[in-house]
């Protein structure tokens, strides 16, 4: 077994790691970051973070440098669909989660059929990969109870062989998950505050709270930032005609079009009013923030809405190309939506 490297100075990354979680508002960001850390300090090859859902182990993130080198991250993802996993000793990570205990298992295909849990090898065969090393820890929240697992797989020696976890990492591993746990209870509990009760999009709140960020950062680097308004055409009719239900369902359709489908993970959706929605496109020029919009144009034009053809006016703007200032970055996108409406509608029109 490789000796463990310097404790003490593992630990003091961990204290300014756990100040970097406890920052991180954004869910996904801060999942895919747990998991990073966690993965740099053990030398993991590969690792999986699930959270949990009642009885159930819901697939949050998962890493896998080789598996990704040789079938890309789009094929990757579109393999690791599975579905949720039971709290149940059928998995390792289901017994974690039913047990609290922490697992560190040297051989996933060597567990004895004696043992209380048992590998679970369907990952490893959609991604034609082979886990060996083993260590999972639970996340507990303040109150004791698991919300999920931090697996991770195969540890390297300098030489990039696999090799056992070493038992001086579980220690640090659980320190690790408990902060993570802290953090990840705190950003459940912020973005229920932050999100649409109707669609389950942001608020306009957190549009308004990113957006500011966002131009921050955009005075630190220079990085492009673009804004997009959509309005429902004659959302007044679809209520007016088939009633409020209808206009509710139009929508959560046109959030979950926005949302399932055609954006990206840091995409900022929010619904900014009534019928009309706020995308905060980050890191993206006007030529791309164009792109996105008419594709979603097209989306939603072409979808069967239960009560007829829905179509959407949809304004872009984008700094620094359109105004000079952020402060007047949501009047040029206001000014645009309203040309594209003044126009008739169902179309897209840029600053």
């Known amino acids: 077994m490789e000796p463990l490297p310097d404790l003490t100075q593992l630990l003091k990354e961990l204290i300014q790691v756990g100040i970097a979680l406890t920052s991180e508002r954004d869910l996904a960001t801060l999942l895919r970051r747990i998991l990073v850390e966690a993965r740099r300090f053990t030398r993991a090859e590969a690792g999986m973070l699930f959270l949990r859902e009642g009885q159930r182990l819901r697939l949050a993130v998962l890493e896998n440098e080789p598996v990704a080198r040789r079938l ?20 390792l990570s289901g017994y974690v989660a039913l047990t609290g205990d922490v697992l560190n298992i040297a051989d996933a295909y060597g567990i004895p059929a004696t043992a209380p849990y048992a590998f679970n090898d369907s990952l490893d065969t959609k991604l034609g990969y082979r886990t060996q090393s083993a260590l999972l820890v639970p996340l507990r929240d303040p109150s004791e109870q698991v919300m999920g697992v931090l697996a991770l797989m195969n540890a390297l020696d300098d030489d990039d062989r696999v090799i056992p976890f070493h038992l001086g990492y579980e220690t640090l591993v659980r320190s690790l998950a408990s902060q993570a746990a802290v953090a990840i209870q705190n950003v459940q509990l912020q973005e229920l505050s932050f999100k649409d009760a109707l669609t389950g999009v942001y608020n306009r709140r957190y549009f308004t709270l990113r957006l500011e960020e966002e131009l921050r950062r955009h005075a630190r680097s220079q990085e492009p930032v673009s804004v997009i308004l959509i309005d ?3 959302f007044k009719r679809i209520n007016d005609t088939n009633g409020h239900g209808a206009g509710d369902q139009a929508l959560l359709e046109v959030a979950g079009q926005l949302l399932t ?3 990206r993970r840091s995409t900022v959706i929010s619904r900014y009013g009534g019928d009309e929605f706020a995308v905060l496109l980050t890191n993206t020029s006007k030529a791309g923030a164009v792109a996105y919009a008419r594709r979603i144009q097209v989306v939603l034009a072409k979808h069967a809405f239960p009560h007829g053809q829905l179509t959407v006016s949809i304004g ?3 700094l620094p190309e359109d105004v000079a200032e952020g402060e007047n970055l949501m009047r040029a996108a206001d000014r645009a939506l309203y040309e594209a409406k003044r126009a008739g509608g169902n179309r897209v029109a840029a600053a």
Not at 76 to 88: D, G, H, N
Request: charged share 30%.
């Open 316 to 318: 872009v703007a984008s």
């Open 232 to 234: 429902i055409d004659q």
């Open 72 to 91: 890309g991250d789009e094929e990757m993802r579109r393999r690791i669909q599975p579905a949720p996993l039971q709290v149940s000793p059928k998995s």
């Open 261 to 263: 489908r055609y954006s």
